[in-house]
């Protein structure tokens, strides 16, 4: 059972039950709902597929709206525009006229939000110009480079404080129909500071929902304010498209390696996202650079890796989901957890910091093969998650919400199941899903964490060695 989790994004090429049942049995744990694209009926369409296609799943697989956020485009246009090194290109809030070099854009604020000699990427900075002169409803920019401008491509404006709100009218839409289709996680774009997560929280509470937030980190501001989007956030997403094109690329892998730490210093869930496997878009094969780069992240502990237009509207995403996988699985033979120390400052309780540390302090005396922890909030799977135990944890909570979100977290595989009675039948359930999961063979030890007396729901308080088959 691999410990890395693997994020698979919905779209035409997945787009039936019979698809999505396909891509869980190759190894997928999470499907994300890229919501830039279609309204909030199209997004409960999509969870309704998806939750009728992962029905026979072993374990629990979640779904994650991810919210567009305000990505700023140029309008789209018929043609192309032609613009070569040294000539001027003006963007404006008004219309598109291409005889004048003259292009719109989607919103207005991206005009005020440009200042004198600062940059304006194009197209995933392929093209690049500075701007010579800014106004209320137009800015006249120069050429950097020359290339071909094509309409609904992307802008960034990397220098550029942005006078736009992370969360717009479409997005408080989005969040609204996550809640009603009972997604698990809701990925917020561009977050530019810790006041968009606590803004989006206040709007997942006034729905009436409880999804967790993924801050997704893609904006040179949120990288000045990690921390702080570290700290209030449940995750973070490392987006490596518009944040690539923010941030000099050469920074990008001294980054991730920086923010991967940072979240699991803070015991926060962190994703790796975007081209993991770019080339299997068209191709059966994965490149060996795509190979090392899910095996570095797998190397770094990371929670997920992700896949986007791979499996979205690639032409092969039952393979690609296969060969991230079988990647994941031969990383991890021989990968070294890194010791971490459980940090006072997130401690909640000291009773389940003890028992995480006696289960990673046990492991390496007297080996299990797994790890079954009875949990209702799913804080003591998080926390002997968070020391990186060898083996799998098999969560085994009545809450069904804390089932379906723990599917995100490494090395946890979590079951639905009652709080047991007795001594007996705690041992009884244990037996029953280690013969239901084949996860042991009669004889094997595993650790057992839970909370006596049984039958009061009491917070974890004891951790056992149990040898299988034994009564």
Do not use: W
């Amino acid at each position: 059972m691999k410990k890395t989790k693997i994020i698979a994004t919905y779209g035409p090429a997945i787009d039936t039950p019979a698809k999505v049942e396909r891509l869980v049995a190759a190894g997928v744990n999470i499907f994300r709902v890229n919501c830039s694209y279609g309204d909030p009926q199209d997004f409960l369409r999509s969870t309704k597929t998806i939750r009728t296609g992962t029905k026979k799943a072993p374990f629990p697989v979640a779904v994650l709206f991810d919210i567009s956020g305000p990505k700023l485009r140029l309008a789209r246009f018929d043609g192309d525009l032609r613009i070569k090194a040294g000539e001027i290109l003006r963007i404006t809030a008004g219309k598109t006229d291409k005889s004048k070099q003259t292009i719109a854009v989607n919103h207005k604020e991206i005009i005020g939000s440009i200042r004198k000699g600062e940059r304006v990427f194009i197209d995933d900075g392929n093209i690049v110009f500075t701007a010579i002169n800014t106004g209320r409803n137009q800015a006249t920019l120069k050429a950097v480079n020359g290339g071909n401008i094509i309409g609904g491509k992307g802008i960034n404006l990397p220098d550029s404080e942005i006078k736009l709100p992370t969360i717009t009218a479409k997005d408080r839409d989005a969040i609204r129909a996550a809640v009603k289709a009972k997604a698990d996680y809701i990925a917020l774009s561009f977050v530019r500071s810790d006041n968009d997560i606590k803004e989006a929280q206040r709007l997942i509470a006034r729905y009436g929902g409880d999804q967790q937030i993924i801050a997704k980190l893609e904006k040179k501001e949120a990288i000045d304010n990690l921390e702080p989007i570290m700290q209030v956030s449940d995750g973070v997403m490392i987006a490596r498209g518009d944040l690539g094109v923010e941030l000099p690329f050469e920074e990008l892998p001294k980054l991730q390696k920086g923010i991967i730490r940072l979240a699991n210093y803070y015991h926060k869930p962190v994703i790796v996202a975007t081209q993991m496997l770019e080339s299997m878009r068209f191709s059966p094969r994965a490149t060996r650079a795509e190979v090392n780069d899910i095996a570095s992240a797998v190397f770094d502990c990371v929670d997920a890796v992700m896949l986007s237009a791979e499996t979205s509207t690639g032409q092969f995403p039952e393979k690609a989901v296969r060969a991230m996988e079988r990647v994941i699985i031969a990383t991890e033979q021989g990968l070294t957890p890194p010791n971490v120390a459980m940090e006072e400052h997130l401690m909640r309780s000291e009773i389940v910091q003890a028992i995480a540390n006696a289960v990673r302090e046990s492991n390496m005396i007297c080996p299990a093969k797994v790890i079954f922890a009875f949990t209702a909030s799913g804080f003591t799977a998080d926390m002997i998650s968070n020391l990186f135990p060898p083996q799998p944890i098999i969560a085994m909570t009545p809450n069904r919400r804390v089932m379906q979100r723990l599917s995100l977290v490494r090395g946890v595989y979590p079951v639905q199941v009652k709080h047991p009675a007795t001594f007996r039948d705690m041992l009884s359930t244990i037996a029953k899903l280690a013969k239901q999961h084949r996860l042991v063979k009669t004889k094997d030890r595993v650790i057992v964490t839970g909370g006596v007396p049984f039958g009061a729901h009491a917070g974890t308080n004891f951790m056992m060695y149990y040898e299988i088959g034994k009564k």
